[in-house]
């Protein structure tokens, strides 16, 4: 519940299972679904400045890191990578990143159209988006002369992303903001807040992720970063 910040979880969607008057953990339990929605929580206030294939590329990412008692096995995430990329294709996906800007550029309201076209269609966003987050997490730069540091684009641009949360939170400190119960708030004309239209906000800062390259070379950047590691990945 984004609106009072509550994270609500049925237990069955933790393993629990009620047998008899006594709750058991279900041994088939896979905890996947209940990590990716939990990185959606840590991450609220970022997600109206974030493209969608960011947001669900980063919860998939944090769902296939080895997880076992308790830990995340962060340095492992090569080999999660590789594991998730074989299931998808056991259910019949191809390792595909398919129209990179048009993917990279979609609002909200086109996300959502497609995805509830079909649970496949659905499937192919969320897949194409992690192994775009995976490239700019841990391959892009690589393959240039001078290599860069890992995930340098990236961070840069999260760390605009974090810029607009804290003038967001710096909004709405002005006693001249006022805000009612039902979460809608009014302010000067003189005095706007960051920009959170669906249409234009996530898309703000993805000028440091291309960094002067065109979306076909950054294309062909993901099909030759996976080739390095021993992976197929198409750009069609």
């Not at 990179?100 to 996300?111: I, K, P, S, V």
């Amino acid at each position: 519940m984004t609106g009072d910040k509550i994270f609500k979880v049925p237990f069955p969607s933790i393993g629990l299972e009620m047998r008899g008057k006594t709750w058991f953990k279900n041994d088939s339990y896979d905890g996947g679904t209940l990590i990716h929605e939990i990185t959606h929580q840590l991450m609220h206030d970022y997600l109206p400045f974030l493209p969608v294939w960011v947001i669900e590329g980063t919860a998939e990412y944090t769902e296939m890191i080895p997880y076992n008692a308790g830990t995340f096995r962060a340095d492992s995430h090569k080999s999660g990578l590789r594991d998730h990329i074989q299931e998808m294709q056991k259910r019949g996906y191809t390792a595909s990143i398919g129209n990179l800007e048009a993917h990279m550029t979609m609002n909200r309201g086109q996300w959502s159209g497609i995805a509830e076209s079909s649970n496949r269609a659905m499937g192919e966003l969320y897949f194409r988006s992690v192994l775009i987050v995976y490239f700019f997490c841990h391959l892009d730069g690589q393959n240039t002369p001078k290599k860069l540091p890992q995930g340098l684009r990236f961070m840069k641009f999260l760390d605009a992303v974090h810029a607009e949360t804290e003038a967001l939170r710096t909004f709405f400190k002005d006693p001249r903001v006022k805000r009612g119960t039902d979460g809608s708030f009014t302010y000067p004309t003189s005095f706007p807040p960051p920009d959170m239209k669906p249409e234009t906000g996530p898309f703000k800062h993805l000028k440091l992720l291309l960094d002067d390259r065109s979306y076909s070379q950054i294309a062909q950047e993901i099909v030759e970063g996976y080739k390095g590691i021993g992976l197929k990945v198409s750009a069609n």
